[in-house]
């Protein structure tokens, strides 16, 4: 038992010092949070802030996807549990996406492209959704339904608007035709 101790007090400081040594193919850094990151990739959705996109943007060009939500929506909820929970979802959203959450009704201003977009109803006890979510989601029969999701190509331009839930199967056609275009 002590040699086993005495084995890993030497192999854990290793591996964490070569850890967190520079890449030498590309002269990055890696650390143990950079590939904890790497290797979850499959485990849940790397959502961004709205605010990074023109930075990541700028860095490594992809499609953004937008997921609108409200609180205590049961086909949100349902959203969430099944569809972002596949493992063929999650890796195409983190490998190919920028993906951003966001509550349809948040009271908070936000800046896209610029454009500062507010909830034009400031009482938190009144409902209304918010301008980025009237700007970026189209109507579908005239009405506005949760959840719903958005693509924007490399360029923040619409590519579609989808309304409502989206099974894992429909989505992962959807996110297939996506990157087509």
Same mark, same amino acid.
């Given at each position: 038992?002590?040699?086993l101790i005495s084995v890993l007090f030497v192999i854990i400081p290793f591996f964490v010092a070569s850890c @967190?040594?520079?890449d030498s193919n590309n002269g990055t850094r890696t650390d143990l949070k950079s590939i904890i990151k790497s290797n979850s990739? &499959?485990?849940s959705i790397q959502w961004v802030d709205v605010s990074q996109l023109e930075v990541l943007m700028a860095k490594e060009p992809r499609k953004v996807f937008f997921y609108f939500f409200r609180e205590g929506c049961?086909?949100?909820k349902e959203m969430k549990e099944t569809t972002f929970q596949d493992g063929q979802i999650i890796?195409?959203? @983190?490998e190919?996406?920028?993906a951003v959450k966001i509550d349809g009704r948040s009271k908070k201003d936000i800046v896209f492209k610029g454009i &500062?977009?507010?909830n034009q109803e400031k009482d938190p006890a009144k409902r209304s959704s918010h301008d980025l979510h009237k700007t970026l989601v189209d109507p579908y029969q005239g009405n506005y339904y949760w959840p719903s999701v958005v693509f924007l190509n490399e360029k923040f331009e619409k590519l579609r608007s989808y309304p409502g839930l989206q099974?894992?199967?429909k989505f992962k056609r959807i996110l297939t035709d996506m990157l087509k275009r």
């Open positions: 038992m002590k040699n @967190n040594q520079g990739s &499959t485990s049961p086909y949100c890796k195409s959203l @983190n190919k996406f920028y &500062t977009y507010i099974k894992p199967e």
